[in-house]
């Protein structure tokens, strides 16, 4: 693609299409031109030209004047089929929807493949944080250990609150709810799915694998309760939402749970909504990245990013699927957790291989061991009511 002025079809003009607009009109107006939006709901008022508007998508997908088509809709099936069909159309993409990315990423590769087109998903991944390029860039001859962090605003923000204004987690997520930080259905953020999703996306890039998100373990906010939070205060610690993504040998490890962190972790200092994300390698040892990874404008340069580097025909070499960097996925591993119980039934005690802490009171009692990944994660205790787990510091022997 010469750099010349750059015809896009973008599809949804919500919160990110809006932002990807603003920037353009602000930075690449000269460069880069939107001639077609595709939206759904046809009685929404929308600060440009009714002319510019379409509802049909064909007049996106088949119009030969689009170079590249942008897909920045929320529903991922209806987002696959434009991205497949796009491609298929020999069309330049890009999109922000980690959640198709993630659920059809071998799938998308092999399109990207056989039609000879590329598809950039920056802005999928922690937004305005060049997460993707670095490692498709800068690792590419490195040997990445770890890849880690707080890859979701909207979690961060809530466990922000409730540890800082004592909020109680239905408090702090209707406050990020009314800030725009959280989805009126927030289930993908507090539940852990979204980190899952960017999670899935990075390991490929990462460490050369493609695995569904379904074999990813994810373990979200919506239990932690004010006994959680008053324990991490007494310990000096805060609670956050982290990916965790860890190579020994060819194997790979991932999962999505909340963890203590200290004072003297980096990931401690990383407050609100914004994200943080450590990788850790052989050669370049830690890098640290930090920057809002949702909102309008940063989440629209990140897409306006991927777009220019088209004029210069970018694209992703998955170079370290290419390398073979590792080829199993494994959740054989063990962890160092806390667990918080109302009931003793609530949970499979036996399953620890060694107990360091134990508590009891009238209402709440905890465990602090370390246990088999698998003996929690596919038991049906660990989605008890009652039951909450977050890891504890330390890691980095176990997982």
């Known amino acids: 693609m010469s750099p010349s002025k750059i015809k896009i079809g973008l599809f949804g003009f919500g919160c990110v299409g809006q932002g990807l607009y603003t920037v353009m009109q602000e930075t ?15 009685t929404k008022e929308r600060p440009l030209s009714p002319s510019l508007f379409t509802f049909d998508k064909n007049d996106i997908l088949n119009n030969p004047d689009v170079q590249v088509v942008v897909e920045l809709i929320d529903n991922a099936d209806e987002a696959f089929e434009i991205v497949s069909t796009a491609l298929k159309n020999g069309k330049a993409v890009v999109s922000a929807n980690k959640k198709m990315i993630a659920e059809h990423f071998r799938e998308l590769y092999s399109l990207q493949q056989e039609h000879n087109v590329p598809l950039l ?29 707080i890859m979701n605003g909207s979690t ?53 694998l493609f695995v569904s998100p379904e074999k990813i373990f994810n373990y979200g906010i919506t ?5 959680d939070m008053q324990f991490a205060t007494e310990k000096g610690y805060k609670i956050k939402l982290c990916g965790i993504a860890r190579k020994r040998g060819d ?35 830690k890098q640290f990245f930090t920057g809002k990874g949702a909102g309008s404008l940063p989440t629209g340069m990140a897409v306006l990013s991927d777009i220019t580097a088209l004029m210069y025909n970018y694209r992703y070499e998955y170079k370290k699927f290419i390398q073979k960097s590792a080829t199993v996925f494994d959740d054989d591993t063990d962890v160092k957790a806390y667990i918080r119980f109302y009931k003793d039934e609530d949970i499979d005690q ?50």
């Open 28 to 42: 690449h107006k000269d460069s880069t031109e939107i001639i077609k939006i595709c939206v759904k709901d046809r």
């Open 121 to 149: 998903y920056e802005a999928a991944v922690c937004a305005s944080i060049p997460i993707i390029r670095s490692l498709e860039e800068y690792y590419d001859n490195d040997l990445l250990t770890a890849v880690k962090g």
């Open 156 to 208: 961060n923000f809530i466990l922000s609150r409730m540890l800082k204004d004592g909020k109680t987690f239905a408090e702090a997520l209707a406050e990020a709810q009314q800030l725009g930080f959280a989805e009126s259905n927030p289930t993908l953020d507090i539940e852990g799915f979204d980190p899952k999703f960017k999670l899935a996306i990075i390991l490929t890039h990462a460490f050369g």
């Open 223 to 227: 239990r932690i309760d004010e006994f």
């Open 251 to 285: 194997k790979v490890f991932a999962a999505v749970l909340p963890k203590f962190v200290t004072p003297n972790d980096i990931f401690y200092h990383i407050d609100n909504e914004y994200n943080g994300i450590q990788f850790e390698s052989i050669f370049s040892e």
């Open 350 to 399: 036996t399953a620890f291989k060694s107990i360091e802490q134990t508590y009891k009171s009238k209402k709440e009692k905890y465990i602090i061991g370390t246990i088999p990944f698998r003996a929690f994660s596919q038991s049906k205790w660990i989605r008890n009511d009652g039951v909450n787990v977050i890891l504890m510091p330390g890691q980095s022997k176990l997982i």
